[in-house]
């Protein structure tokens, strides 16, 4: 009996096993749009550990399912600079590459903030690239699917940044 118990044990592991989908992943650029770059700017930022220049263009790749599979979450990391153009007490920058420079820029970058967020990834039928959203108050929407990427970006009227907004469902006032 106690030679059987451990067989059991091993065969309901295999069986366990077995019966879990293979999931074939592939590779996706990963893009920022950031949208609130009047109150501050997203330095960097990271899906899944993929990371992405703040300053827009793409960096291949991002490993997600060929098939979006439910259930599925992604963490998104950023680094954000949150007073672009002023140092603390609303320092301006001198000229840049004097050293006075580089000492405001050390006190600079010492601002920046560090932010992480685990979220479920949306459905997606046809990957357009991963596209991370940064809206105010912190908030990041991630966008794979094609036709949501033309539904958020295509044929925007009025300001770019509000209409994005808009469109990702964005409420106008942060919590505290």
Known sequence: MLKIIPL????????????????????????????????????????????????????????????????????????????PDFNPGKVPAPMSGTDEWRQWYKVHKDNYTKHSVTIPVPEYKKSAGVTLFFLPCDEVRVVIDSKERGRVLGNLVGPFNQAVQERLGFKKECKE
């Open 8 to 83: 059991l044990g091993l065969l309901i592991c295999l069986s366990a096993c077995s019966s879990t989908p293979d999931i074939e992943y592939v590779g996706a650029p990963v893009s920022v749009v950031d949208t609130h770059k009047e109150y501050s700017t997203i330095v960097s930022a990271s899906f899944n550990g993929a990371s992405a220049p703040g300053a827009g263009g793409e960096i291949c790749c991002a490993r997600i399912p060929r098939y979006w599979v439910p259930g599925t979450t992604a963490t998104i990391e950023w680094v954000k600079d949150p007073s």
